[in-house]
Antibody, heavy 122, light 107 residues
Framework: EVQLLESGGGLVQPGGSLRLSCAAS????????MNWVRQAPGKGLEWVSV????????YDADSVKGRFTISRDNSKNTLYLQMNSLRAEDTAVYYC???????????????WGQGTLVTVSS | DIQMTQSPSSLSASVGDRVTITCQAS??????LNWYQQKPGKAPKLLIY???NLETGVPSRFSGSGSGTDFTFTISSLQPEDIATYYC?????????FGGGTKVEIK
């Protein structure tokens, strides 16, 4: 069974940093692209970042470009999101999502974690 | 970025009714369109991919159609467990975008 388990969320002050992790199991992690998708409280879904299976290719939404960095450790079956210069508008539940394919850009999210809440507030 | 306009934003229907949601892209996205279901407090779940392909294990009352800029998602016979918010999502280019969502309620 495919499972994704996020961790690392919490309360952080504006301008601060946080690193999210997503532990994957039940599939060959290195053969699929992985994504981060977020959802602000009471709002819709927003795609954040994608990383290819090898980790050699990444792409970010304009809203986080230059502040967030997606990475992966295929030896640990773990996906990461390093978030710097956090703003109030980054407050959201962050989901990791397995891509259906191993492309250099995201496509279709066929498995999602349960999400981890990030709150940016002073 | 490609804008996805989803309508209606909410609807109320009776059990057994046919429910239709539309999604319009701001430019041609071929068939690069997926549909997700999100129940309150839960992660989204993939229902339809590549505009019309039913994900494994998803009931056949769910279907999708369309290509280019105009897409339709249909529940042929609404069930109580279908109460959720539904989102379309395009992947025609690297900047993936979602529609605003449609909240489906039982009348």
């Amino acid at each position: 069974e495919v499972q994704l388990l996020e961790s690392g969320g919490g309360l952080v002050q504006p301008g601060g940093s946080l690193r999210l992790s997503c532990a994957a199991s039940g599939f060959t992690f290195s053969t699929y692209a992985m994504n981060w998708v977020r959802q602000a409280p009471g709002k819709g879904l927003e795609w954040v970042s994608v990383i290819s299976g090898s980790g050699g290719s990444t792409y970010d939404a304009d809203s986080v470009k230059g502040r967030f960095t997606i990475s992966r450790d295929n030896s640990k079956n773990t996906l990461y999101l390093q978030m710097n210069s956090l703003r109030a508008e980054d407050t959201a539940v962050y989901y990791c999502a397995k891509d259906m394919y191993n492309g250099e850009s995201g496509s279709c999210f066929d498995c999602w974690g349960q999400g981890t809440l990030v709150t940016v507030s002073s | 970025d490609i804008q996805m306009t989803q309508s209606p934003s909410s609807l109320s229907a009776s059990v057994g009714d046919r429910v239709t949601i539309t999604c319009q892209a701001s430019q041609d996205i071929r068939n690069s369109l997926n549909w997700y279901q999100q129940k309150p407090g839960k992660a989204p779940k993939l229902l339809i991919y590549d505009a019309s392909n039913l994900e494994t294990g998803v009931p056949s009352r769910f279907s999708g159609s369309g290509s280019g800029t105009d897409f339709t998602f249909t529940i042929s016979s609404l069930q109580p467990e279908d109460i959720a918010t539904y989102y379309c999502q395009q992947f025609n280019n690297a900047a993936l975008t979602f529609g605003g969502g449609t909240k489906v309620e039982i009348k």
